[in-house]
DNA sequence: ACCTGAACACCGTTCAAGT
DNA sequence: ACCTGAACACCGTTCAAGT
């Protein structure tokens, strides 16, 4: 049922999925599904454990590394691989954001984060804050402010607005052009941004910037 | 009427708005509202408009750097003072996530914040991945993973629970032992993390990591 | 121009009744 | 033990009717 449930909010998103819609796909009224779960944040709990238990699945595969302090590599393709999973189930990073305590499985995953770090030399402050610093990214993915809605666009209108954005915000529009209009460099989909390339991106700044610290035996700021 | 719809989601949170308790709020029916908005999605994109406006004022106070290459402190206090906008309306993050379009006067934050980064002499694709680096903490906020529920919490459940953890994760929990025993160090609310510390931990990781790139000229990695 | 009440199509959920 | 249908309290929203 919780596979009908992840299947039913991967092909028709997570508004579709109802107790009436998840009952109609498993060919029964709605209200049978009270006999498994008790409530309908149940069935969302077990979802987001689900696809938790798919990345942990999915990062076992990777050894550790070979000397301690090689840690980065290896938490960079654990990281990488977890955002595998996730695209896989575009609805999971608002669902995990919304539900209040964490799944069980995911308890392991930053264990492993943790452990990765403890042993090439992180204090167990700096192993705390980098967790929160990497935040969602640490998980494989970072919510976007800026989404592009390619559909349903007036090219009359777009190019109107573009012409009145260009007196007001000049440097947006001067970045809107090279990333609309270029088709080279770090570009990847028609009309947007390359998601890979900025996620990699701003997760290697972050990586690089811990390893840094990790380096000078980091201590807390004197209070 | 938008002001009524920001004071009820500060003070009830926003699933306790809705268009009958709106129209209630304003001593009216609800479908008199229809009059003045088309959509619920109108009011959301009023109430978020209203806040980015709140933000763009906020900032607006901040000067210019006396010197183009000292960007990083300035846009540190900028982000800082967003911040504190978006804690006081603590609904905010999550809807401006949801919403699919940016409201107009954050367009106008982004460009400053723009103008600044390209004024100190990145290049406009380092800016352009600057921002995408910064996500949501841009705006000063990032979405916690991890939600410490204090309330209604079992003592003997979590003492269970802890000791069953301590097999399984034991980096995990040695880490809460630290965060909710030690009262000293980084510590600022009773049983959780310090959020303001750690936000200002990974926004300096990701400051300090593009000063670094912009002090080398950064170049795009060959394809 | 603005407000109202009844109504509709949707939710999640309860409950008494069936097998 | 599992399923069903009717019902309830909530949504957002439409529409004809009022002033």
Redesign the pocket.
Known sequence: MLHAAVALADERGLEAL????LGQALG?????L???VS???DVLDGIVELVAGEVVAAVGEIGPPAQATEWKPVARERILTARQVLLRHRWAPSLLESRTDMPPSLLAYYDSLLALMREAGFSLDLAHHALHALGSRALGFSQELFTTDDKDVDPDAALLMFQQMAGRFPHLTELLKIVTHDPGSTLGRAGGCDDQFEFEFGLDLLLDGLERLRERAWELPAA
Not at 18 to 21: A, D, G, L, P, V
Request: glycine share 0%.
């Open positions: 109802t107790m009436r819609s029964v009224e709605a209200m049978s009270y006999n498994h409530n309908k944040a």
